[in-house]
Protein backbone atom coordinates (compact mmCIF):
# COMPACT_ATOMS: atom_id res chain seq x y z
CA UNK A 1 0.00 0.00 0.00
CA UNK A 2 1.09 3.48 -0.75
CA UNK A 3 1.97 5.81 2.22
CA UNK A 4 1.21 9.58 1.47
CA UNK A 5 2.85 12.00 2.88
CA UNK A 6 1.31 14.94 4.81
CA UNK A 7 0.59 16.99 2.37
CA UNK A 8 -0.50 14.59 -0.04
CA UNK A 9 -3.28 13.58 2.39
CA UNK A 10 -4.70 16.62 2.52
CA UNK A 11 -5.10 16.81 -1.14
CA UNK A 12 -6.38 13.37 -1.57
CA UNK A 13 -8.99 14.53 1.06
CA UNK A 14 -10.21 17.98 -0.72
CA UNK A 15 -9.71 16.08 -4.30
CA UNK A 16 -8.63 17.73 -7.04
CA UNK A 17 -9.43 15.71 -9.95
CA UNK A 18 -12.15 15.72 -12.67
CA UNK A 19 -12.99 12.45 -11.63
CA UNK A 20 -12.62 11.89 -7.55
CA UNK A 21 -12.87 8.75 -5.40
CA UNK A 22 -12.74 8.97 -2.01
CA UNK A 23 -12.52 6.00 0.50
CA UNK A 24 -14.51 4.19 -2.15
CA UNK A 25 -15.04 0.51 -0.55
CA UNK A 26 -17.18 -2.11 -1.68
CA UNK A 27 -18.22 -5.48 0.78
CA UNK A 28 -20.31 -8.57 0.07
CA UNK A 29 -20.67 -10.22 3.25
CA UNK A 30 -17.44 -10.89 4.89
CA UNK A 31 -15.54 -10.36 1.51
CA UNK A 32 -14.20 -6.51 0.86
CA UNK A 33 -14.25 -6.34 -3.59
CA UNK A 34 -12.88 -3.06 -3.25
CA UNK A 35 -10.91 -1.48 -0.11
CA UNK A 36 -10.69 1.97 0.71
CA UNK A 37 -9.95 3.47 -2.67
CA UNK A 38 -8.70 7.22 -3.13
CA UNK A 39 -8.08 8.34 -6.97
CA UNK A 40 -7.48 12.14 -8.39
CA UNK A 41 -8.59 11.73 -12.46
CA UNK A 42 -7.50 14.43 -14.35
CA UNK A 43 -9.68 15.98 -17.15
CA UNK A 44 -8.90 14.90 -20.58
CA UNK A 45 -6.89 11.58 -19.18
CA UNK A 46 -6.88 7.87 -20.14
CA UNK A 47 -6.49 5.95 -16.83
CA UNK A 48 -6.21 2.36 -16.61
CA UNK A 49 -7.44 0.13 -13.99
CA UNK A 50 -4.75 -2.72 -14.11
CA UNK A 51 -4.78 -6.07 -12.40
CA UNK A 52 -5.38 -9.75 -12.47
CA UNK A 53 -8.84 -11.01 -12.12
CA UNK A 54 -10.38 -10.71 -8.61
CA UNK A 55 -8.49 -7.55 -7.95
CA UNK A 56 -11.52 -5.05 -7.63
CA UNK A 57 -10.73 -2.51 -10.73
CA UNK A 58 -14.52 -4.13 -12.45
CA UNK A 59 -16.24 -3.52 -9.50
CA UNK A 60 -14.64 -0.36 -9.42
CA UNK A 61 -15.72 0.59 -12.67
CA UNK A 62 -19.32 0.04 -11.79
CA UNK A 63 -19.16 1.59 -8.53
CA UNK A 64 -18.44 4.99 -10.80
CA UNK A 65 -20.88 4.20 -13.60
CA UNK A 66 -23.73 3.45 -10.63
CA UNK A 67 -23.80 -0.45 -11.44
CA UNK A 68 -23.16 -1.24 -8.19
CA UNK A 69 -23.77 0.62 -5.25
CA UNK A 70 -21.06 1.52 -2.82
CA UNK A 71 -20.72 0.07 0.47
CA UNK A 72 -19.12 3.64 1.63
CA UNK A 73 -16.94 6.45 -0.22
CA UNK A 74 -18.01 9.11 -2.57
CA UNK A 75 -17.87 8.98 -6.48
CA UNK A 76 -17.24 12.88 -7.34
CA UNK A 77 -17.62 14.46 -10.66
CA UNK A 78 -16.34 18.01 -11.33
CA UNK A 79 -17.33 18.86 -7.90
CA UNK A 80 -20.59 16.80 -7.93
CA UNK A 81 -21.24 13.90 -5.63
CA UNK A 82 -22.71 11.47 -7.40
CA UNK A 83 -22.57 9.00 -4.74
CA UNK A 84 -25.85 6.69 -4.74
CA UNK A 85 -26.98 8.79 -7.99
CA UNK A 86 -28.85 6.98 -10.60
CA UNK A 87 -26.60 5.45 -13.42
CA UNK A 88 -28.26 7.04 -16.40
CA UNK A 89 -28.27 10.95 -14.24
CA UNK A 90 -24.23 10.37 -13.96
CA UNK A 91 -23.59 11.31 -17.99
CA UNK A 92 -21.26 8.51 -17.97
CA UNK A 93 -20.65 6.45 -21.64
CA UNK A 94 -19.68 2.47 -21.32
CA UNK A 95 -18.41 0.23 -23.59
CA UNK A 96 -18.78 -3.75 -22.28
CA UNK A 97 -16.57 -6.34 -22.88
CA UNK A 98 -19.26 -8.36 -24.40
CA UNK A 99 -20.06 -5.41 -27.14
CA UNK A 100 -24.10 -5.55 -25.51
CA UNK A 101 -25.29 -4.77 -29.10
CA UNK A 102 -28.99 -4.79 -30.22
CA UNK A 103 -29.04 -7.74 -32.80
CA UNK A 104 -32.45 -6.87 -34.37
CA UNK A 105 -31.32 -3.16 -34.65
CA UNK A 106 -28.75 -1.72 -37.60
CA UNK A 107 -26.32 -0.08 -36.74
CA UNK A 108 -27.44 3.60 -36.82
CA UNK A 109 -30.41 2.33 -34.46
CA UNK A 110 -28.07 0.79 -32.53
CA UNK A 111 -25.76 3.70 -32.10
CA UNK A 112 -29.17 6.33 -31.90
CA UNK A 113 -30.22 4.40 -28.87
CA UNK A 114 -28.52 6.49 -25.96
CA UNK A 115 -29.97 9.87 -27.78
CA UNK A 116 -33.32 8.37 -28.05
CA UNK A 117 -33.43 7.83 -24.22
CA UNK A 118 -32.56 10.85 -23.49
CA UNK A 119 -35.19 12.90 -26.42
CA UNK A 120 -32.86 14.09 -28.39
CA UNK A 121 -34.47 15.60 -31.48
CA UNK A 122 -34.74 13.91 -34.26
CA UNK A 123 -32.80 15.87 -37.04
CA UNK A 124 -29.77 16.86 -34.29
CA UNK A 125 -29.59 12.70 -33.31
CA UNK A 126 -29.46 11.39 -36.79
CA UNK A 127 -26.49 14.18 -37.38
CA UNK A 128 -24.56 13.37 -34.09
CA UNK A 129 -25.19 9.29 -35.63
CA UNK A 130 -23.53 9.99 -38.41
CA UNK A 131 -20.72 11.75 -37.39
CA UNK A 132 -19.91 9.33 -34.41
CA UNK A 133 -20.13 6.13 -37.26
CA UNK A 134 -17.58 8.37 -38.60
CA UNK A 135 -15.37 8.44 -36.09
CA UNK A 136 -15.16 4.42 -35.88
CA UNK A 137 -14.55 4.73 -39.38
CA UNK A 138 -18.17 2.56 -40.05
CA UNK A 139 -19.45 4.99 -42.59
CA UNK A 140 -21.37 3.02 -45.08
CA UNK A 141 -22.32 0.01 -42.96
CA UNK A 142 -25.33 1.93 -40.79
CA UNK A 143 -27.66 -0.32 -41.98
CA UNK A 144 -25.83 -3.83 -41.52
CA UNK A 145 -27.11 -5.40 -38.39
CA UNK A 146 -24.68 -6.68 -35.88
CA UNK A 147 -24.46 -10.51 -37.25
CA UNK A 148 -22.75 -9.10 -40.05
CA UNK A 149 -20.01 -7.20 -38.91
CA UNK A 150 -16.25 -8.42 -37.57
CA UNK A 151 -15.58 -8.27 -34.07
CA UNK A 152 -13.73 -5.35 -34.48
CA UNK A 153 -16.32 -3.24 -35.72
CA UNK A 154 -19.12 -4.50 -33.68
CA UNK A 155 -16.68 -2.79 -30.97
CA UNK A 156 -16.57 0.31 -32.98
CA UNK A 157 -20.28 -0.04 -33.20
CA UNK A 158 -20.39 -0.13 -29.30
CA UNK A 159 -17.58 2.78 -29.11
CA UNK A 160 -19.77 4.67 -30.93
CA UNK A 161 -22.65 4.00 -29.23
CA UNK A 162 -21.23 5.58 -25.92
CA UNK A 163 -19.77 8.46 -26.97
CA UNK A 164 -22.60 9.73 -29.21
CA UNK A 165 -24.52 10.92 -25.86
CA UNK A 166 -20.86 12.69 -25.50
CA UNK A 167 -20.47 11.61 -21.93
CA UNK A 168 -18.44 13.47 -19.51
CA UNK A 169 -16.41 10.32 -18.59
CA UNK A 170 -16.30 7.42 -20.91
CA UNK A 171 -15.91 3.64 -18.99
CA UNK A 172 -14.23 0.53 -20.95
CA UNK A 173 -14.30 -2.56 -19.34
CA UNK A 174 -12.34 -5.03 -20.97
CA UNK A 175 -13.41 -3.91 -24.46
CA UNK A 176 -10.73 -5.64 -26.59
CA UNK A 177 -10.80 -9.04 -24.75
CA UNK A 178 -12.42 -11.02 -26.86
CA UNK A 179 -10.42 -9.69 -30.13
CA UNK A 180 -7.72 -11.99 -31.46
CA UNK A 181 -3.95 -9.44 -31.23
CA UNK A 182 -3.69 -8.20 -34.45
CA UNK A 183 -7.24 -6.45 -33.92
CA UNK A 184 -6.65 -5.41 -30.25
CA UNK A 185 -3.38 -3.78 -31.34
CA UNK A 186 -5.28 -1.67 -34.00
CA UNK A 187 -8.61 -0.87 -31.57
CA UNK A 188 -6.21 -0.11 -28.44
CA UNK A 189 -4.41 2.78 -30.93
CA UNK A 190 -8.24 4.23 -32.10
CA UNK A 191 -9.51 4.30 -28.94
CA UNK A 192 -6.80 6.25 -27.94
CA UNK A 193 -6.84 8.66 -31.18
CA UNK A 194 -10.22 9.15 -30.71
CA UNK A 195 -10.11 9.56 -26.80
CA UNK A 196 -7.16 12.54 -27.28
CA UNK A 197 -8.99 14.07 -30.12
CA UNK A 198 -12.51 14.74 -28.17
CA UNK A 199 -10.17 15.39 -24.99
CA UNK A 200 -12.56 12.66 -23.05
CA UNK A 201 -12.18 11.81 -19.36
CA UNK A 202 -11.86 7.85 -19.63
CA UNK A 203 -10.88 4.70 -17.43
CA UNK A 204 -9.87 1.33 -19.16
CA UNK A 205 -10.48 -1.48 -17.36
CA UNK A 206 -7.75 -4.08 -18.00
CA UNK A 207 -5.77 -7.61 -17.03
CA UNK A 208 -3.35 -7.15 -20.07
CA UNK A 209 -0.12 -4.75 -18.93
CA UNK A 210 0.60 -3.74 -22.73
CA UNK A 211 -2.82 -2.35 -23.02
CA UNK A 212 -2.34 -0.16 -19.86
CA UNK A 213 1.40 0.84 -20.59
CA UNK A 214 1.38 1.53 -24.83
CA UNK A 215 -2.12 3.81 -24.12
CA UNK A 216 -3.10 5.41 -20.84
CA UNK A 217 -1.87 8.40 -19.28
CA UNK A 218 -1.85 6.94 -15.66
CA UNK A 219 -2.03 3.43 -14.38
CA UNK A 220 -3.52 2.00 -11.20
CA UNK A 221 -2.88 -0.92 -9.93
CA UNK A 222 -4.56 -3.07 -8.11
CA UNK A 223 -4.05 -5.96 -6.18
CA UNK A 224 -7.03 -7.68 -3.88
CA UNK A 225 -8.97 -5.17 -4.19
CA UNK A 226 -6.51 -2.61 -2.81
CA UNK A 227 -4.65 0.08 -4.35
CA UNK A 228 -0.88 -0.74 -4.84
CA UNK A 229 0.88 1.89 -6.69
CA UNK A 230 -0.71 4.94 -9.26
CA UNK A 231 1.49 6.34 -11.89
CA UNK A 232 2.60 7.14 -15.26
CA UNK A 233 3.56 4.11 -17.48
CA UNK A 234 7.18 4.79 -17.13
CA UNK A 235 6.91 4.99 -13.31
CA UNK A 236 4.96 1.85 -12.93
CA UNK A 237 7.60 -0.35 -15.20
CA UNK A 238 10.58 1.51 -13.74
CA UNK A 239 9.57 2.54 -10.66
CA UNK A 240 7.38 -0.46 -8.78
CA UNK A 241 7.07 0.08 -5.29
CA UNK A 242 6.03 -3.02 -4.65
CA UNK A 243 7.04 -6.69 -5.33
CA UNK A 244 3.28 -7.23 -6.54
CA UNK A 245 3.91 -4.41 -8.99
CA UNK A 246 7.15 -5.70 -9.74
CA UNK A 247 6.36 -9.14 -10.71
CA UNK A 248 2.69 -7.83 -12.36
CA UNK A 249 3.38 -5.40 -14.68
CA UNK A 250 6.70 -6.74 -17.17
CA UNK A 251 8.45 -10.03 -16.57
CA UNK A 252 10.52 -10.30 -13.32
CA UNK A 253 13.35 -12.55 -12.11
CA UNK A 254 13.28 -12.83 -8.35
CA UNK A 255 16.23 -13.77 -5.74
CA UNK A 256 16.40 -14.11 -2.15
CA UNK A 257 18.63 -12.52 -0.33
CA UNK A 258 19.63 -11.22 3.32
CA UNK A 259 19.84 -7.43 4.05
CA UNK A 260 21.94 -5.84 6.59
CA UNK A 261 23.38 -1.87 7.44
CA UNK A 262 22.18 -0.94 3.88
CA UNK A 263 23.60 -4.24 1.62
CA UNK A 264 21.88 -7.02 0.72
CA UNK A 265 23.79 -10.27 -0.07
CA UNK A 266 22.37 -12.70 -2.77
CA UNK A 267 24.38 -15.53 -4.07
CA UNK A 268 27.55 -13.85 -3.52
CA UNK A 269 26.71 -10.36 -4.98
CA UNK A 270 25.78 -7.54 -2.88
CA UNK A 271 23.26 -5.09 -3.88
CA UNK A 272 22.28 -1.71 -2.65
CA UNK A 273 19.56 -2.61 -0.23
CA UNK A 274 18.99 1.16 2.15
CA UNK A 275 16.35 0.55 4.96
CA UNK A 276 16.29 -3.27 4.58
CA UNK A 277 16.79 -5.66 7.14
CA UNK A 278 16.64 -9.64 7.02
CA UNK A 279 15.58 -11.61 4.69
CA UNK A 280 14.63 -9.72 1.14
CA UNK A 281 13.93 -10.60 -2.65
CA UNK A 282 15.93 -9.29 -4.85
CA UNK A 283 14.25 -8.62 -8.65
CA UNK A 284 15.90 -8.32 -12.24
CA UNK A 285 13.95 -8.08 -15.37
CA UNK A 286 14.87 -10.60 -18.16
CA UNK A 287 15.97 -7.91 -20.47
CA UNK A 288 17.82 -5.92 -18.51
CA UNK A 289 20.24 -9.24 -18.03
CA UNK A 290 22.83 -9.35 -20.62
CA UNK A 291 23.71 -13.37 -21.47
CA UNK A 292 27.50 -13.83 -22.81
CA UNK A 293 30.00 -16.89 -23.14
CA UNK A 294 32.20 -15.28 -21.16
CA UNK A 295 32.49 -12.91 -18.14
CA UNK A 296 31.94 -9.03 -18.23
CA UNK A 297 34.63 -6.73 -17.87
CA UNK A 298 35.73 -6.50 -14.20
CA UNK A 299 35.52 -2.94 -14.14
CA UNK A 300 32.24 -2.32 -15.94
CA UNK A 301 30.45 -2.18 -12.27
CA UNK A 302 28.24 -4.85 -13.30
CA UNK A 303 26.44 -7.51 -11.03
CA UNK A 304 27.20 -10.98 -12.85
CA UNK A 305 26.15 -14.19 -11.90
CA UNK A 306 27.41 -17.64 -13.85
CA UNK A 307 25.03 -20.32 -14.19
CA UNK A 308 24.16 -23.13 -17.30
CA UNK A 309 21.72 -22.45 -20.07
CA UNK A 310 18.77 -25.01 -18.97
CA UNK A 311 16.67 -23.85 -21.93
CA UNK A 312 16.62 -21.91 -25.53
CA UNK A 313 13.89 -20.51 -27.62
CA UNK A 314 13.71 -18.73 -30.68
CA UNK A 315 10.72 -16.61 -30.25
CA UNK A 316 11.08 -14.48 -33.89
CA UNK A 317 12.17 -10.83 -32.51
CA UNK A 318 13.69 -12.69 -29.73
CA UNK A 319 15.92 -15.71 -28.40
CA UNK A 320 14.66 -16.43 -25.00
CA UNK A 321 16.64 -17.87 -22.43
CA UNK A 322 16.26 -19.71 -18.93
CA UNK A 323 19.57 -20.14 -16.98
CA UNK A 324 20.07 -21.96 -13.84
CA UNK A 325 22.31 -19.71 -11.48
CA UNK A 326 22.60 -19.67 -7.64
CA UNK A 327 20.44 -22.94 -7.07
CA UNK A 328 17.41 -20.99 -8.87
CA UNK A 329 16.24 -20.51 -12.89
CA UNK A 330 16.42 -17.20 -14.24
CA UNK A 331 15.01 -16.04 -17.27
CA UNK A 332 16.49 -13.74 -20.06
CA UNK A 333 16.18 -12.70 -23.58
CA UNK A 334 17.78 -10.93 -26.51
CA UNK A 335 16.78 -9.19 -29.92
CA UNK A 336 17.90 -11.33 -33.18
CA UNK A 337 19.43 -9.16 -35.87
CA UNK A 338 19.31 -12.60 -38.02
CA UNK A 339 21.72 -15.35 -38.17
CA UNK A 340 22.32 -16.22 -34.50
CA UNK A 341 22.44 -19.65 -33.02
CA UNK A 342 20.71 -20.66 -30.44
CA UNK A 343 23.66 -21.31 -27.53
CA UNK A 344 22.47 -25.17 -26.69
CA UNK A 345 21.29 -26.56 -22.78
CA UNK A 346 24.47 -27.04 -21.16
CA UNK A 347 26.32 -23.96 -22.20
CA UNK A 348 28.23 -22.28 -19.39
CA UNK A 349 27.00 -18.73 -19.67
CA UNK A 350 27.71 -15.55 -17.49
CA UNK A 351 24.54 -13.12 -16.65
CA UNK A 352 25.57 -9.44 -15.85
CA UNK A 353 23.08 -6.21 -15.22
CA UNK A 354 23.59 -2.45 -13.73
CA UNK A 355 23.06 -2.13 -10.00
CA UNK A 356 20.36 0.35 -11.20
CA UNK A 357 18.31 -2.75 -13.05
CA UNK A 358 18.15 -4.10 -9.53
CA UNK A 359 14.33 -4.46 -7.23
CA UNK A 360 14.93 -5.02 -3.94
CA UNK A 361 11.94 -5.77 -1.59
CA UNK A 362 11.23 -7.26 2.03
CA UNK A 363 10.63 -11.09 1.58
CA UNK A 364 7.08 -11.84 0.52
Known amino acids: MIHAEPA ?6 QGQGFLSLRGLTRRYDHFTAVDDLNLDVAKGELVAFLGPSGCGKTTSLRMIAGLVPASSGHIVVDGRDLTGVAPYKRDMGLVFQSYALFPHMDIARNVAFG ?22 RLTGREHHRPAQLSGGQQQRV ?16 EPLSNLDAK ?25 DQMEALTICDKVVVM ?4 LEQVGTPHEIYEHPKTAFVAGFVGRINRLSGRASGGVAQVAGITVSAPGFEGDVDVMVRPHRMVLSTG ?19 FAGDILEYEVEAAGTLLKTEASTRGGEALLAPGTPVTLSWRPQDTFVYAAS
Do not use: C, W, Y
Not at 8 to 13: H, I, N, V
Not at 115 to 136: D, S, T
Open 8 to 13: EMTRLA
Open 115 to 136: LEMRKVPKAEAAQRVKEAIAMV
Open 158 to 173: ALARALVVRPSILLLD
Open 183 to 207: LRDEMRTEIRDIQKRLGITAIFVTH
Open 223 to 226: NHGR
Open 295 to 313: PAPADAGLHQLSGTVTRAT
